[in-house]
Every structure is written in structure tokens, then in C-alpha cells.
């Protein structure tokens, strides 16, 4: 159904389901249909159904000025980093394993033939082949964990139970690591974004860019620091300029099309002389842009790459 002037003395803003939901309680529709969001303002304006569904709403924001982690350069002092995806205690219960291996596999294979050990076997101080028969065993244990594997030979059965143990505890240690080192340079690769939480956004006096509708579902933010948008478009736009506000709220649907698809054309008045910077622009003559993320010949093209998820527990 059109819109009616009727509904546009009781609503001005930019909502047009808001607007829609305006219809219905002056009589001039049935009912509206769509992805509504039932907030408190339209529940006092209309009866809403039952839920079809449910939006997850996340937050972005963008990378600080002059952030630049995935681009900095190494330093030597960086090395150590790699011990770093394990806390101390992990790596020394690590250490225990092999010296508890090593020594298992000397006791039990020393004096068998076992070529692993046929130096240490020759030497006839007894104190001295203990010693660098442990230190052997301790050694291809360790070999164990760079190869991902055991690096024991094997000739009798108690060693062989000892090494599928020990082949369990370093797989295990191997597909660990490999996980947290991953996390841990992504992580600490990833660009600061101006903000981490929306607690983090009120502590700092930051604005967030929201569709109009949504301003009274985000009540940890100060009304005076809600940006009230007519659409997502605009409303990413903005954020990305970082004109008026320093993150934004956005639905499921429009994450997927507008951030990791990267495939989303909308209207926007870019031009910063527009109080509103909408999806049109209040003055003709301000600027109104095309933002074409899926075509490559765009200016925009996957402009929004660099926007971060903001992962807020609170």
C-alpha cells in the first residue's frame, strides 16, 4: 500500500516500517508484512503476531588512524613469540612427557639390540650410559614433537604401548599448537578498532550509527550518542568516513551481504554539509554517491574489507 498523508502528520521519520505499522493503526491498511522489528514504539502503535524469526545483531567499527599490525614489520625480538601460544605451565608439563618418556623407552629397550641405542649400550661405566641413555631418549622425544610423530625404534611390546602413548600426547600437542599459534597471529596481527565494547563507546564518549527504529534497544548508549539512520547503507557509510559516529549496529542479513560478501549497491549522501547524510541528500545540489561494493570498476569496490566485528561478551 502507498503511504498516506495521514500517517505522515503522526510519524517524520525515516523509518519506512515504522511508517508502515503508522497504516495500520490510522486504518488506512490491514496489516504489513516484512522483517519487522517489534520495539517498544511500534508495539504501542499496532499489535504485532507472533515472531518468525529472530536477527542477530552485531557490532563494527572501523581501525584506528595510522593502525597498521598486519603491515608492521618483524623484529628480531619477535622470536620468542612462538612460545607464546602456550602458558609456561604447558610447555613445562611438555617437558616432563618427554623426559618421562625418554627414560621409560631407554629402560625398557637399553641392552637389546635396539639401534637407538647401541653407543650407550657399548660403554661399560654404568653411570655414564645411564646418563646419555637418557639423554638420548630425552632427545628423540623431542625430535618426536618437531616431526610431529615418534622417533623411536621400537623391539619390544612395552615400548610399544609407551610409544603410542607418547604419539597420542604429541598429536595431540601438535594439532593444540598449531590452533593457538594460528589465534595468536591472527589476533595480534588484527587492526585496533576505535572501539571494543559498547561499553568502551559510552567510557569514551563515542557516537553509534543506528536505524532510527532501533534507538530504543540500546539503552547502555546515550540517547545524545545514537545516530539515528534511514538505512544500512548510509549508515555503514558514514561509520567508514568516520563522519558523525565511530561504530554502527548492523543485522544478520545485511553482515553477510555488505561485509563478508562484499556484494551490496545502495544510495548515500556523502557530502558532510548534510546533517542527516541519509540515503538522499536534504539539499539537491550536496553530493549523492553510489556505493557499488560487488563492482570492480567502482571506486567502492570492497571498500569495507577493513572493517572490524566488534566481539562484545558484556
Known sequence: ANFTAASAQMYQGGSSYTRCVWE???????????????TNERRGIA???????????????????????????FEA????????????????????TFLFAGVSMYIVEAGSGNPDYELEDDIEFAPLRYLLGFCKGFYLSCMGLLTAGSAFTVTKWPGRFITLGFSFFVYIAVASYAAKLIDFLVNSNRDPGRISSLSDLVQNGLSICLLEAMKDLVPEVPTSKKVGMDDYGPMLERMYRNSGCSASIIGKTQ?????????????????????????????????????????PLSPHYQKYCSVITVEDSE
Not at 491498511?29 to 522483517?35: A, N, R, S, Y
Not at 552485531?58 to 603491515?71: E, V
Not at 625480538?77 to 616432563?96: C, E, H, N, R
Request: proline share 6%; hydrophobic share 40%.
Open 24 to 38: 495500520v493503526n490510522r486504518g488506512m491498511v490491514d496489516l504489513c508484512v516484512g522483517d519487522f522489528w517489534e
Open 47 to 73: 499489535p504485532f503476531s507472533s515472531n518468525f524469526d529472530l536477527d542477530t545483531m552485531r557490532i563494527l567499527t572501523t581501525p584506528l588512524p595510522g593502525a597498521g599490525g598486519a603491515s608492521s614489520s
Open 77 to 96: 625480538s619477535q622470536i620468542l613469540d612462538i612460545f607464546k601460544p602456550f602458558a609456561t605451565g604447558v610447555w613445562a608439563l611438555m617437558v616432563g
Open 255 to 295: 553482515y553477510l551481504s555488505m561485509i563478508v560478501g562484499q556484494k551490496a549497491s545502495f544510495e548515500a549522501c556523502t557530502d558532510r554539509r548534510d546533517p542527516l547524510q541519509h540515503t538522499t541528500c536534504i539539499d539537491p545540489s550536496y553530493e549523492t554517491e553510489t556505493i557499488a561494493l560487488g563492482d
